[in-house]
């Protein structure tokens, strides 16, 4: 299982970014995905999941209405739409997949909100 993630910039607040996960080594359209983030000091957190065909998602109450996660199955792709991003949005994010009895995890990229 490979999972690796693109699309972390530094961005000022307000702005919005895309994160990207390309995936193999594992049946992609048959699995849910999910994004999490982490910052130093602090355990790796939730933010959003979707179903294998895309038609359910999830969101932490604290990206809710701002970010929103796609898939695209045909490119083993899994996408992080961030709007009206706060500078305590900034993180390593990752996303991640749980196939052959465990969870995986992306190396992350940085997101970090400043001005």
């Known amino acids: 299982v490979q999972l690796v993630e693109s699309g972390g910039a530094l961005v000022q607040p307000g702005g919005s970014l895309r994160l990207s996960c390309a995936a193999s080594?594992?049946?992609?359209?048959?699995?849910?995905m999910s994004w999490y983030r982490q910052t130093p000091g602090k355990e790796r957190e939730y933010v959003s999941g979707?179903?294998?065909?895309?038609?359910?998602?999830s969101y932490a109450d604290s990206v809710k209405g701002r970010f929103t996660i796609s898939r695209d199955n045909a490119k083993n792709t899994v996408y992080l739409q961030m709007n009206s991003l706060k500078p305590e949005d900034t993180a390593v994010y990752s996303c991640?997949?749980?196939?052959?009895?465990?969870?995986?995890w992306g190396q992350g990229t940085q997101v970090t909100v400043s001005s």
């Open positions: 979707i179903s294998s065909a895309g038609g359910s998602t």
């Open positions: 991640s997949v749980y196939s052959f009895g465990r969870r995986y």
């Open positions: 080594g594992f049946t992609f359209s048959g699995n849910h």
